[in-house]
């Protein structure tokens, strides 16, 4: 897939957060085939201690179509999870589904992990559980295992949390997903925990760390970026590359957060 990932932790209004989305909708590069995103958006945030999960597809500007879905653009989220999508060919029938767009959730072990993707996991088949239920199953559309390879990251993850903790979690996913990926990871159980991932050559990555505040996006063109935040992490478009940074996070209130790297 060729898509486009955006975390903001440290208080951010939904309608700042969706203008991102919608700047990085259709960036693209001279040497790129296709945009980043167009055929998909999804945005996660926390309000009133639990998550809400809102997603489109099957529109001609996405993002757009997501920011009528949502009650309050001015509601300030203490962290987001935010996702365009450019589905790869293998998985081009889903386009025109909701089903099909990011962010991924799954609880089926009895705590919540969400993910955002960009790129390709070879080995999905192989990571693949029948003991979990997939949003994107969907045998009329989609060739064994009838899912979308970026829905097994959430999946195969909570099987490794709940095994190994969030920590050991994290590496272990990172040692065992093949292929060119970018992806980010939020994970509530025994606390709040928020993994980035690079592995390989994608469309790149930008992280900002600044006072209660971190944000990564996959098109530094696409952010404005808040005073005060330091670039701390800039991965180029094909570079090849590995990064794994794993935060504990504490929410403090709407539009604080606390968060201590862990590794």
């Given at each position: 897939m060729n898509c486009g990932l955006l975390l903001w932790i440290g208080g951010a209004k939904l309608k700042d957060t969706l203008?991102?989305?919608?700047?990085?909708?259709?960036?693209?590069?001279?040497?790129?085939?296709?945009?980043?995103?167009?055929?998909?958006?999804?945005?996660?945030?926390?309000?009133?201690?639990?998550?809400?999960?809102?997603?489109?597809?099957?529109?001609?500007?996405?993002?757009?179509?997501l920011a009528e879905k949502i009650d309050s653009l001015e509601f300030c989220s203490p962290i987001i999870?935010?996702?365009?999508?450019?589905?790869?060919?293998?998985?081009?029938?889903?386009?025109p589904y909701s089903w099909g767009a990011q962010p991924y959730s799954c609880s089926c072990k009895g705590f919540r992990v969400f993910s955002i993707h960009n790129g390709f996991v070879k080995n999905y088949r192989e990571l693949y559980s029948?003991?979990?239920?997939?949003?994107?199953?969907?045998?009329?559309?989609?060739?064994e295992p009838h899912i979308i390879d970026s829905e097994v990251i959430p999946h195969?993850?909570?099987?490794?949390i709940e095994e190994y903790g969030a920590r050991q979690g994290f590496k272990k996913l990172f040692e065992a997903?093949?292929?060119?990926?970018?992806?980010?990871?939020?994970?509530?159980?025994?606390?709040?925990?928020?993994?980035?991932?690079?592995k390989g050559k994608t469309r790149?990555?930008?992280?900002?760390?600044?006072?209660?505040?971190?944000?990564?996006?996959?098109?530094?063109?696409?952010?404005k970026t808040p005073p005060g935040l330091k670039k701390i992490v800039e991965i180029g478009y094909r570079e090849e590359a590995e990064l794994l940074l794993i935060y504990k996070v504490e929410i403090k209130d709407q539009a604080k957060v606390n968060f201590l790297r862990i590794s």
């Open positions: 203008n991102t989305l919608s700047r990085m909708e259709f960036h693209r590069y001279p040497v790129e085939p296709t945009p980043v995103g167009g055929e998909g958006a999804g945005v996660l945030y926390l309000r009133g201690g639990e998550f809400r999960l809102v997603k489109v597809a099957g529109s001609e500007k996405p993002s757009g179509t999870l935010g996702h365009v999508r450019r589905a790869s060919k293998d998985f081009k029938a889903s386009a029948a003991s979990h239920v997939y949003e994107s199953y969907h045998p009329e559309l989609l060739r195969f993850c909570a099987d490794l997903i093949k292929g060119n990926s970018t992806w980010i990871i939020l994970a509530v159980k025994n606390g709040l925990y928020i993994g980035i991932f690079h790149g990555l930008n992280i900002y760390q600044g006072e209660n505040k971190l944000i990564a996006v996959t098109r530094a063109e696409a952010l």
